[in-house]
Each structure stands twice: as structure tokens, then as C-alpha cells.
């Protein structure tokens, strides 16, 4: 009953290569969000989507582009990969209103592109 | 924009003794303030957050809006401390995205 999961865990593609990371959630939350974290640790917010509809897009290559078929999943495509894309990705989700609007992550898919 | 800066990568203290963690943030408004808390092999979980104003696992954590900070302390530190932290911020109601800091590792040795 794992509250936010994403697929897979683990992923080693070539460059040039076209993959996807899965996201859902069973929390009932209507915004949901994609993080990066890099080789330093960083952080950083990709998207956020609240009810299926793009809020945030924080400057990201056009090769990523999140999917949201419904509001409990939200998934990450990524075209064209370059070794730079390397890193740890969080998927989250959060309540978009009301005085707890915490955000739960994901275990994280750690992307290795060789 | 909004900035969180932790200027400690590396944080490695003696079981017992007192830690802080540093966050400082930039934000001219009113922002929530957040830690979160990433344990070796684990997902990044909610450790407090300023609203509560509550103790979890020991630490606590006050939002200083005169010196623009929200440091984390714990009394006495414990082996099962030792993780990866990070500081987080966003704007305040309406706004959703929480801007992190780069994080510290803390490492508590026996």
C-alpha cells in the first residue's frame, strides 16, 4: 500500500535512446509533481501537474515531457537521451489546498545513461 | 526568485552531541518552510514543517524571519540520524512548488 511508487527503480539506457518512468499515486492528490536530483544531490523541481493539466514547467528540454492520463499517475518521457540526463528522478504528489498540503515522493528512479 | 541555501555539504558530529543544520533562504514574502529527510536507500520523507510547530524524532525547528533562516537542531544526536537533509521552501498559499537547497549529510559517529 505504498503511497506514491514509481517504475522502475532502476534504469541504464544507451544514449539516443527513448524511455519512460511510471508514477502513481494513491493518496487521492490532485497535484502531482516530477524532481530531479543530480549527481551533487540538488533537488530540483521539472513539473507539476494538479487535476491532469501542466502547471509548472521549469525550463526543461523539450525531450521530457510528462504524461498524465488521470490525476493518480503522472508519467515521465524522455526522448533522446543524453548522458547529462543522468540523475536520480523523484516523482511526488501533494493536495493542492487546505493547511497540509505535504508533499509525499516516490523511492525515486535512478536513470544511468552510458 | 526564491532561494534555499544549506551551506553545509558535510556535517559529521559524535553521537550525543548537539547538531544543527544551517538553512538559510531568500523570499520577500511569507514562505512555508519545510525539512525533509532522506535516509541511505529510502525516499525522501517530511521530517517537520514551521506550520506545526512540532518536535519529530527530537528535532525541531524555528522559522527566524528577521535573519531569514530555519536551522535544525536536535539535542542529542543519535546513530540513526545519520541521512541525507534538505531544506525546503515554497511561497505560501496558492503556490506549489517547493524549492529545495542543496541538501547536507549528516553522519553521526559512534
Known amino acids: 500500500d505504498t503511497a506514491v511508487s514509481q517504475t522502475p527503480k532502476y534504469l541504464v539506457t544507451q544514449m539516443g535512446n527513448d524511455k519512460s518512468i511510471k508514477c502513481e499515486q494513491n493518496?487521492?492528490?490532485?497535484?502531482m509533481y516530477w524532481y530531479k536530483q543530480d549527481s551533487k544531490k540538488f533537488l530540483k523541481i521539472m513539473f507539476s501537474?494538479?487535476?491532469?493539466?501542466?502547471?509548472i514547467n521549469e525550463t526543461v528540454p523539450n525531450r521530457f515531457s510528462p504524461k498524465s492520463p488521470d490525476k493518480a499517475h503522472l508519467n515521465l518521457h524522455i526522448n533522446s537521451l543524453e548522458l547529462g540526463d543522468s540523475a536520480v528522478y523523484f516523482c511526488?504528489?501533494?493536495?493542492?489546498?487546505?493547511?497540509?498540503?505535504?508533499?509525499?515522493f516516490g523511492q525515486g528512479t535512478r536513470l544511468t545513461v552510458v | 526568485a526564491q532561494r534555499v541555501t544549506q551551506p553545509e555539504k558535510l556535517l559529521s558530529v559524535f553521537k550525543g552531541a548537539p547538531v544543527e543544520l544551517k538553512c538559510n533562504y531568500s523570499?520577500?514574502?511569507?514562505?512555508?518552510l519545510f525539512w525533509y529527510v532522506q535516509y541511505s536507500r529510502q525516499r525522501l520523507q517530511l521530517l517537520l514543517r514551521h506550520i506545526s510547530r512540532e518536535s519529530i524524532k527530537g528535532f525541531t525547528a524555528d522559522l527566524n524571519k528577521g535573519e531569514t533562516s530555519f536551522h535544525l537542531k536536535k539535542p542529542f544526536a543519535q546513530e540513526e540520524d545519520s541521512a541525507m537533509y534538505y531544506c525546503a521552501l515554497r511561497r505560501g498559499q496558492g503556490a506549489q512548488k517547493l524549492v529545495f537547497g542543496q541538501g547536507t549529510r549528516l553522519t553521526i559517529n559512534p
Open positions: 493518496l487521492g492528490h490532485d497535484t
Open positions: 523570499y520577500s514574502g511569507s514562505p512555508e
Open positions: 501537474y494538479n487535476n491532469k493539466e501542466l502547471i
Open positions: 511526488a504528489s501533494s493536495q493542492d489546498i487546505g493547511p497540509r498540503r505535504t508533499a509525499f
